[in-house]
T-cell receptor
Framework: NAGVTQTPKFRVLKTGQSMTLLCAQD?????MYWYRQDPGMGLRLIHY???????AKGEVPDGYNVSRLKKQNFLLGLESAAPSQTSVYFC?????????????FGSGTQLSVL | KQEVTQIPAALSVPEGENLVLNCSFT??????LQWFRQDPGKGLTSLLL?????REQTSGRLNASLDKSSGRSTLYIAASQPGDSATYLC??????????FGTGTRLKVLA
């Protein structure tokens, strides 16, 4: 009964370091999303994928890259972390309908960039 | 471009009170609207999804309504309990694939 699993849950980086956040879903969903949540700004879409091998930019894609090599996994990469990327990152997935279906969220990754 | 607004940002009520949370959106060409609950330090849990063809959707003590013509949705919580304390977010579609979220209403139910 895992649903959407995000790893790691917490991470502290120094400016300029790189890291990858992993999102895994076991519901056979086609659509996967990466959001960031900042105080007073709500959730903002970083990148999304409409199926294995596809990716697309959301509202705030700069400084991030993504890959969807397997249907169940969606990776978010930070090549050179900046303090402005300090945030809580959420992964979400939905089934075949995209914005017509319920979104299922992971529990989040708290990232601090010093 | 879809924009979603939630008012009030925070709400504190005594236990047992019925309450209404508001959500407004700018683009009424939507398939549906979703309401979510977020507990501190946790992810979002979908509470209700109202299709554009529906006017209301109910789950237990929760009732959500959708009025596309006015660009509004409301989440009604009956007989509130301390366990209802959380942040409630609404999300409206923007195009085929994406949802746009409001900034949420932080609810505190006092025992």
């Amino acid at each position: 009964n895992a649903g959407v699993t995000q790893t790691p849950k917490f991470r502290v980086l120094k400016t300029g370091q790189s890291m990858t956040l992993l999102c895994a879903q076991d519901m056979n969903h086609e659509y996967m999303y990466w959001y960031r949540q900042d105080p007073g700004m709500g959730l903002r879409l970083i990148h999304y994928s409409v199926g294995e091998g596809t990716t697309a930019k959301g509202e705030v894609p700069d400084g991030y890259n993504v890959s969807r090599l397997k249907k169940q996994n969606f990776l978010l990469g930070l090549e050179s972390a900046a303090p402005s990327q300090t945030s809580v990152y959420f992964c979400a997935s939905s089934s075949t309908g995209g914005a017509r279906e319920k979104l299922f969220f992971g529990s989040g990754t708290q990232l601090s960039v010093l | 471009k879809q924009e979603v607004t939630q008012i009030p940002a925070a709400l504190s009520v005594p236990e047992g009170e019925n309450l209404v949370l508001n959500c407004s959106f700018t683009d009424s060409a939507i398939y549906n609207l979703q309401w979510f609950r977020q507990d501190p330090g946790k992810g979002l849990t979908s509470l209700l999804l109202i299709q554009s063809s529906q006017r209301e959707q109910t789950s237990g003590r929760l009732n959500a309504s959708l009025d596309k013509s006015s660009g509004r949705s409301t989440l009604y919580i009956a007989a509130s309990q301390p366990g209802d304390s959380a942040t409630y977010l609404c999300a409206a579609p923007s195009g085929t694939y994406k949802y746009i979220f409001g900034t949420g209403t932080r609810l505190k139910v006092l025992a």
